[in-house]
């Protein structure tokens, strides 16, 4: 874009409007991100946000300790005299299983969030690189006129020198 604008006769920039027009491309890359996340805030439903909660509970091992001392407790509690739930634990395996049926759509749930999230953010990847990409191929170019520059100024220089 500098470059464009640079090039063209009837509207030079100055080294202060082209720090300005700098500043402005970062500030903008910058806040790319937090734009996205801040849309995905917004469209991020109650029930989305729970599910992130419960697959991330779900998956630490707090909840691996705490269902653990849970299944301890129950089996010490129904081995003892006073049992609600006798052995095999037939109530114990009812309750393992509804939480499963529960957990797993919750858990799917959040990994496609986190799935469309990721997308988002490759797609911003890939939009960044293609653009700097695009200025290294300008600063290229220009390193090159800059290279033919120098080779002319040397060569008129050594023509100088000789007669």
């Not at 805030?41 to 630490?60: C, N, P, V």
């Not at 957990?103 to 700097?132: F, G, H, T």
């Not at 200025?135 to 006129?145: C, D, T």
Request: charge should be negative.
């Amino acid at each position: 874009m500098f470059h464009e604008l640079d090039n063209d006769p009837n509207f030079k920039l100055d080294n202060d409007q082209l720090e300005r027009i700098a500043s402005m491309v970062n500030a903008y890359k910058g806040n790319i991100k937090s734009h996205l996340i801040e849309q995905q805030e917004k469209k991020t439903s109650r029930a989305d946000r729970l599910a992130d909660h419960i697959a991330t509970f779900g998956g630490s091992w707090a909840f691996i300790l705490l269902f653990s001392l849970f299944l301890i407790i129950w089996m010490l509690l129904n081995l003892m005299s006073f049992a609600f739930d006798k052995p095999p634990f037939i109530l114990l395996n009812l309750i393992l299983s509804c939480i499963s049926a529960f957990q797993a759509p919750v858990i799917l749930m959040s990994q496609n969030r986190q799935a469309a999230k990721d997308k988002q953010e490759a797609i911003l990847d890939l939009a960044i690189n293609y653009r700097a990409e695009q200025e290294n191929m300008e600063i290229k170019v220009l390193l090159e006129r800059l290279d033919q520059r120098l080779e002319r100024m040397e060569k008129l220089q050594n023509e100088e020198v000789l007669p």
